[in-house]
């Protein structure tokens, strides 16, 4: 019995420092660089955006639908402002496929190539993209200014009808202390 108390009475001790290292790492996160701002990325189909295999079944090919199974790739321009027409500071490039039965759903796999101002480099980026709601994507990597970030992007459509085809591009990006600290 005695053996028994004492395993408990180590555990005991372990634990409750390894709960208050825990708890004291969670709020040491206020402290992330971080960056928040918004583009707006310029859909053109068969100029900057092309389906490339048509999918099995469901919906028509449609700005907003595609039947399932379809594969679309894109390099679409990144502006300021959701005017076509307003200055352009990157590039957003991939492909999706339709994974969804009633066409609004594409698994998204993409790169974002951003220069601007005072940030320059490529955010990766992967996740599920509703085309007629917002859709976050986790970010997975970054090169440039954007090495070790983290984080994800809100994509939300701006304007569905006509040529080209807007979106909002809301990024919410965050650096691991290790880097950004010098030793």
Do not use: C, R
Not at 14 to 30: D, F, K, N, Y
Not at 78 to 97: C, D, F, M, Q, R
Not at 171 to 180: G, I, V
């Amino acid at each position: 019995m005695a053996p028994l108390m004492h395993f408990f009475a180590t555990l005991l001790f372990v634990l409750i420092p390894l709960e208050a290292t825990t708890h004291h790492h969670h709020h040491q996160q206020h402290g992330l660089k971080s960056l928040h701002f918004t583009l707006y990325q310029q859909e053109t189909l068969n100029k900057t955006a092309y389906f490339v295999i048509q999918g099995v079944a469901g919906p028509p090919l449609s700005l907003t639908t595609a039947p399932f199974g379809t594969m679309f790739v894109f390099q679409d321009p990144l502006t300021l402002k959701p005017n076509h027409t307003s200055k352009l500071v990157g590039t957003s490039e991939g492909s999706a496929i339709t994974s969804g039965l009633d066409g609004l759903q594409s698994i998204t796999v993409g790169k974002v190539t951003l220069n601007l101002k005072k940030h320059k480099g490529s955010i990766s980026i992967v996740g599920v993209t509703n085309n007629i709601k917002p859709s976050n994507h986790p970010v997975v990597g970054g090169t440039g200014d954007f090495l070790f970030v983290q984080g994800y992007i809100t994509s939300s459509p701006v304007n569905l009808v006509g040529s080209p085809v807007t979106y909002k591009i809301e990024f919410h990006l965050y650096w691991p202390p290790y880097a950004y600290l010098k030793p």
